[in-house]
C-alpha cells in the first residue's frame, strides 16, 4: 500500500463546476499536507497547505483535511479550463515529502 | 533569484554508462530532494537530505546513490544506468517540516 494514495482519474467535469479531488495517507505521523498542480511537461506547483483539521479556503480552492481519517481533499469552485492539469496530493511525515500519483483533472467548455 | 536549478535538462545514456544529475538551491533551505516521475505513478521519492550532511533512502533508492556536497548541493548519481530508469528526475528543496517544497525544471533521461 502506497503511504499516500490518489484517484487516478481522469476526473471531467464541465466549466463552471466544483471539482473535488481526494487523497489518503496511511501515517498518523504526518505533519503537513500540500496540493500540486502540474501541467504537461512541467514542475509541480504549490496550491495550498494545510496543517490543522478543518478548512483552508484561498480564492477558488478549498482544502480540507480530517485527521482521523487520515483524508485531504481539495475542491475547487468555479472550474476553468485552465484548471485541467494534474493534482497532486503530497504529505510531510518525518522529514520526507511523498506524493500520490496524482489525479489528473479535465475541465471541458 | 534561480530558486532550484537542475542540470542536465536532457541526457540519453547507454545502459551501463554513469552519469551525476545536479541540483543547486539559492533559497538557504535545510532539506533537499530527489524524485523521479513515470506515466501515471506520480513523483516517488529517490532520497532526500533534510539538512547538510545527511541523507535518506526514499520510495525507491535502488540503483541511485546521492551526495549532499553542501547546503546548496545536492548531486544523484547513476553507477550503471538501466533503461528502468529512463524517467524525468526532479530535484527539490525546503525549509523546513511546515514549509512547501520548490522545484527544479526537472531532467529528461533516456537510457537505451
Known amino acids: 500500500q502506497k503511504e499516500v494514495e490518489q484517484n487516478s482519474g481522469p476526473l471531467s467535469v464541465p466549466e463552471g463546476a466544483i471539482a473535488s479531488l481526494n487523497c489518503t495517507y496511511s501515517?498518523?505521523?504526518?505533519?503537513?499536507f500540500f496540493w500540486y498542480r502540474q501541467y504537461s511537461g512541467k514542475s509541480p506547483e504549490l496550491i495550498m497547505f494545510?496543517?490543522?483539521?478543518g478548512d483552508k479556503e484561498d480564492g477558488r480552492f478549498t482544502a480540507q483535511l480530517n485527521k482521523a481519517s487520515q483524508y485531504v481533499s481539495l475542491l475547487i469552485r468555479d472550474s476553468q479550463p485552465s484548471d485541467s492539469a494534474t493534482y497532486l496530493c503530497?504529505?510531510?511525515?518525518?522529514?520526507?515529502?511523498?506524493f500520490g500519483q496524482g489525479t489528473e483533472l479535465s475541465v471541458k467548455p | 533569484n534561480a530558486g532550484v536549478t537542475q542540470t542536465p535538462k536532457f541526457q540519453v545514456l547507454k545502459t551501463g554508462q554513469s552519469m551525476t544529475l545536479q541540483c543547486a538551491q539559492d533559497?538557504?533551505?535545510?532539506?533537499m530532494y530527489w524524485y523521479r516521475q513515470d506515466p501515471g505513478m506520480g513523483l516517488r521519492l529517490i532520497y532526500y537530505?533534510?539538512?547538510?550532511?545527511?541523507?535518506d533512502k526514499g520510495e525507491v533508492p535502488n540503483g541511485y546513490n546521492v551526495s549532499r556536497l553542501n547546503k546548496r548541493e545536492f548531486s544523484l548519481r547513476l553507477e550503471s544506468a538501466a533503461p528502468s530508469q529512463t524517467s524525468v528526475y526532479f530535484c527539490?528543496?525546503?525549509?523546513?517540516?511546515?514549509?512547501?517544497?520548490?522545484f527544479g525544471q526537472g531532467t529528461r533521461l533516456t537510457v537505451v
Open positions: 503530497a504529505v510531510k511525515v518525518w522529514g520526507k515529502l511523498i
Open positions: 533559497m538557504n533551505h535545510n532539506s
Open positions: 501515517d498518523r505521523g504526518s505533519q503537513s
Open positions: 494545510i496543517y490543522s483539521n
Open positions: 527539490a528543496s525546503s525549509e523546513g517540516t511546515r514549509t512547501e517544497a520548490f
Open positions: 537530505s533534510a539538512s547538510e550532511g545527511t541523507t
